[in-house]
Structures are given as structure tokens and as C-alpha cells.
């Protein structure tokens, strides 16, 4: 197209906006259009010309889907990823194309981060929108997602550069929860514990989710708010992130992996490195006045005596010594939770209790914790117990000459072959595999906007340049992804192989017959 985003001066690889189109209008109150903006220290003129590019893209676009403005533009030289978190509130990505092998992404992935930073900032602040309605000054808001957004990406950050999902990655899906598969003694004990600890509370709205390892094992929460706090706590309350003190975030670099393994693909080399540690000191937006907590920040959370994990994020009660408990909002009630959560060996148990329900603040939460601990302790090691005879270890979901990738979309789940086995693929497997599912997203993409039947079924098989067979089938919300290194030379042969794997696993989802 022959389009280029502005120079980005001081920093090159990435540039990452969040705008108000309603806002700054008028001439010389441009500035108030930007909300965020990343690396923080480039000029307010390059700022202005990437924001006010996108806003025009976003514009002209318009014309032709005014249901749906542009997710992506692809330029000579830069790709632009577009996200409209709220109506009117974008958030854009600008990532620079490259010659190097490495800087070959999927659009969508990139989307999903972007979406993924609004889900989360949802659930510790709420909408952006209410935050301006707010403060129309825009300080509030600026003031919080400055932090936020850079604690975010500070997962990715690898030595001076911001490593973000690329080819690599493309047998993993954000936005999506893995569950641990349970027998039916074990199922009938999990929704035992379910019972008590929603009881026990005293609270009559109370939610739940129990994690085993980085696993889910049960939910009563909705879709959205499962995967909003399921990706929290894999992030920073799991024992893995409380042992290591470094999180992955939802799907990315989890799992054990050899270390000269580039888990996370190199796609921007942004020397920023100085803008994570010295946060406070280079926010454009940070204000003490507005007491900003930083849920993501790392090495925050530890087990206490009790089991219960605490944090200091939230700050103290007044007058006490003693941390506040954490509180989110349900994006499906719009409540205000307490967040309480318990750990005993590898089970994670988080109970979410609205604050309309606690009258007398830290000590009707401490009473909570305590009626937990008295009448779900026995139930909490037996569940822990048999959980852990079951777990066939980090690889348990691997199958023997395959690399897969299996994804529900009506319940967002998903299930892939273990970090440490993706990475014994050829790199030519992967990004054959990566085209394959840009053609997949492309499809699932016209078929949304054009209304048409979402349900019908898509195969695609492409044969890699080192001859592994790289095969995706979508049906009825379910998509296989599977990468055969070790096929025969027949589409025949891997066709066989496909039909096998979803025969025994799949419980013949996606065979032809």
C-alpha cells in the first residue's frame, strides 16, 4: 500500500497507543485525545502522527463498514493492528516488518494481547469510559494505565527487547483456559469442595475457581470473568509464579523449556528497558494524588500462615498495619469483589465475595477466611490428594508423534502439546503452521462479517517445505491444529494419523464420517 507510520525516533520494533476519538477535537487540544502511548518518551508530535494516521484509517474505513471499522492495515513497512476496546476507546499496535525470519506474526495474536490488557484492566478498575466520565480531565485514567499497560508488557521483556508472540507461538491461543482432565471420584469431591466453600462464606453471591498446577479444574464464574481471572492467577498467584517469581502470561513462554530455546519470537527490538525500571520516574501521566495499585506487579503476592495469600498492592486498612484484601469487578454483574485466595500444595483456590456483603470490612473478610479454613480444610486436602494421584506430570497432555493444537470456542477452552515438545519442531513446520491459521482467521473473519453459516465446517492441509503435514479442521465451534513431522509421504497417511488422534481424544469431532 505503500503506507509507513510516523519515524519512531527513539525507539524502533513497536509502538502501542490507546486513543479517545472523542476527545481533543478541537484544534490544539489534540493532546487530550491520547490516553497511553508506548515508548512513553517519543516526541508529542510522533505521538500525535500515529494516533492521528490510525484515527484516519479508522475513519475511512468507516465509510465502507460503519458496523465494524478496520482490524488490521498492512503498510509497506509496518503492520497496524486495531482493537476498539470500548466504543470509541481504540487501542492500536504498530509493529515494524523485518527482513529477519523471526518477525513473522499472527495479526490475531497480536489482537489478543491488546485484548487481553483491556480484559484485565476491566477487571481491577472497570471501564475506561466510567474512569473519564470520571475525571474528564483525563488524569485518572492516564494516571492508571501508564503503569498497568508497562507491568503488562514487562512480561515480554527479554534483556532490552519486547518479545511478543511471532510463528512460534502459533500452537497456543490466548484468551482461552486449559482445564485439568478429572476422573469422577475426583469430579464429585471438586464440586463438594464447590458447595462448601460457597457456603461457608455466608455471603449469598459468592463465586469460585480452583486451580491445580496452572490448570483449571472448576469455575461458577462466567465465561469472561473465568478467563479474566484464570489468566491472573496462572500469571501471579500460582505456585509456579509464586516459587519462580516470573509469570507467563496466558499462553505465552508457560511451561518448562530448554534454556537455548527462544520461546518468545523476536518480532520488535525496542531499547526500553530503562522505561520498566525507573516506571515511576519516566510515567508523562503519574500522579500520587490518585493512589494507583499495580496488581501486576511481579513478586507482590506470598503464602501467609493460614494458607491464604496476601498481598500489600491494595495497600493497608486505615489505621492498621493490616493489607487490605484485594478487590476486582465481574464484567457479567458489574460487582465488586473481595478476592481471597488459599493455596495448599499444588491446589489454588480463589473465592470471590461481593463487598455489599461485608459490612465491617477487614474483619468480616478475616471471619470469611476463617469459616473457609474450618469447614473446607478436610475437603481441601482430599481434593489436593486425589488431584495430585491423577497428574500425569507438565506432559501429560503430550501424544506421542503429534503437535497439536485444540481449541472449543464455545467454552474457550483449549488444550496443546507441551511447551517443551513444540519446541522440538522445525521451523519450517512452524511457520507453516502460522500461515495455516492465518488463512483459518481470515475465514472465521468473513464469515462473521458476512453473516454467513459460522457452524460450517473448513480443512486445510498444507505440505511444508521439509515435508511435515500441517493440517487444520474447524466444525460446529471446535478447531483442530496438528503438525506431523513424521508422516508418510501420502496426504493419505496423515489424513489417517488426523482421523486417529480425533478418534481417541476428540471423541470423533472432527473425523469425516
Not at 101 to 111: D, G, K, M, Y
Not at 186 to 192: C, F, H, K, R
Not at 243 to 263: C, D
Not at 476 to 501: C, I
Request: net charge negative; glycine share 6%; with cysteine.
Amino acid at each position: 500500500m505503500g503506507m509507513a507510520s510516523a519515524n519512531s525516533g527513539g525507539s524502533e520494533g513497536m509502538e502501542l497507543c490507546i486513543f479517545d476519538l472523542r476527545r481533543g477535537q478541537q484544534e490544539g487540544q489534540e493532546l487530550d485525545k491520547i490516553l497511553f502511548f508506548f515508548p512513553a518518551d517519543l516526541p508529542f508530535s510522533t505521538q500525535l502522527s500515529v494516533i492521528g494516521l490510525s484515527e484516519g484509517l479508522i475513519t475511512f474505513t468507516r465509510i465502507f463498514s460503519p458496523e465494524a471499522a478496520c482490524e488490521v492495515i498492512e503498510a509497506e513497512r509496518h503492520s497496524h493492528v486495531f482493537y476498539e476496546a470500548e466504543p470509541d476507546i481504540w487501542m492500536v499496535m504498530v509493529v515494524e516488518k523485518s527482513k529477519e525470519a523471526e518477525a513473522i506474526w499472527r495479526v490475531e495474536a497480536l489482537r489478543e494481547v491488546l485484548k487481553e490488557i483491556h480484559s484485565l484492566f476491566m477487571m481491577f478498575y472497570g471501564p475506561v469510559r466510567e474512569m473519564l466520565e470520571k475525571d474528564p480531565s483525563g488524569g485518572q485514567i492516564r494516571a492508571h494505565l501508564y503503569p498497568f499497560v508497562m507491568d503488562y508488557l514487562s512480561d515480554f521483556l527479554v534483556g532490552k527487547k519486547i518479545q511478543l508472540p511471532s510463528f512460534r507461538d502459533c500452537l497456543k491461543e490466548c484468551g482461552t483456559v486449559q482445564m485439568l482432565t478429572v476422573g469422577r471420584e475426583a469430579a464429585i469431591e471438586v464440586q463438594s469442595l464447590v458447595r462448601v466453600l460457597e457456603s461457608g462464606a455466608g455471603a449469598t453471591h459468592c463465586y469460585s475457581l480452583i486451580l491445580f498446577q496452572d490448570l483449571l479444574v472448576s469455575t461458577t464464574l462466567s465465561p469472561d470473568d473465568t478467563i479474566n481471572l484464570f489468566a491472573y492467577a496462572v500469571q501471579r498467584l500460582s505456585p509456579r509464579a509464586l516459587s519462580s517469581g516470573v509469570s507467563s502470561w496466558s499462553y505465552l513462554r508457560r511451561g518448562s523449556t530448554p534454556s537455548h530455546v527462544v520461546v518468545g519470537p523476536t518480532f520488535a527490538t525496542v531499547s526500553v528497558s530503562d522505561q520498566f525500571h525507573q516506571l515511576h520516574a519516566t510515567s508523562p501521566s503519574q500522579d500520587n494524588s490518585y493512589h494507583v495499585k499495580r496488581p501486576l506487579q511481579h513478586n507482590r503476592w506470598s503464602k501467609g500462615k493460614d494458607g491464604f495469600l496476601v498481598t500489600d498492592i491494595w495497600g493497608t486498612e486505615t489505621g492498621s498495619l493490616i493489607p487490605s484484601t484485594p478487590t476486582i469487578w465481574l464484567q457479567q454483574t458489574g460487582e465488586r469483589m473481595y478476592l481471597c485466595a488459599y493455596q495448599y500444595k499444588s491446589l489454588t483456590l480463589i473465592l470471590l465475595v461481593p463487598l455489599s456483603s461485608i459490612l465491617n470490612g477487614e474483619q468480616g473478610v478475616s471471619l470469611v477466611k476463617q469459616q473457609v479454613l474450618e469447614n473446607a480444610s478436610l475437603k481441601i486436602l482430599k481434593v489436593e490428594e486425589k488431584l495430585s494421584k491423577g497428574w500425569g506430570g507438565e506432559n501429560a497432555y503430550h501424544v506421542s508423534g503429534y503437535r497439536y493444537l485444540l481449541i472449543d470456542d464455545d467454552r474457550n477452552v483449549s488444550r496443546a502439546s507441551p511447551p517443551a515438545k513444540v519446541t522440538t519442531l522445525a521451523k519450517e513446520s512452524l511457520l507453516a503452521m502460522s500461515k495455516l491459521r492465518e488463512e483459518v482467521d481470515l475465514e472465521k473473519s468473513r464469515s462473521k462479517w458476512d453473516n454467513a453459516d459460522r457452524d460450517k465446517d473448513l480443512e486445510i492441509c498444507i505440505r511444508a517445505k521439509n515435508n511435515a503435514w500441517v493440517i487444520a479442521r474447524t466444525t460446529r465451534g471446535k478447531e483442530l491444529y496438528m503438525v506431523l513431522e513424521r508422516a508418510n509421504e501420502t496426504l493419505l497417511y496423515a489424513s489417517d494419523a488426523f482421523e486417529r488422534f480425533s478418534d481417541r481424544y476428540c471423541g470423533g469431532a472432527f473425523s469425516l464420517d
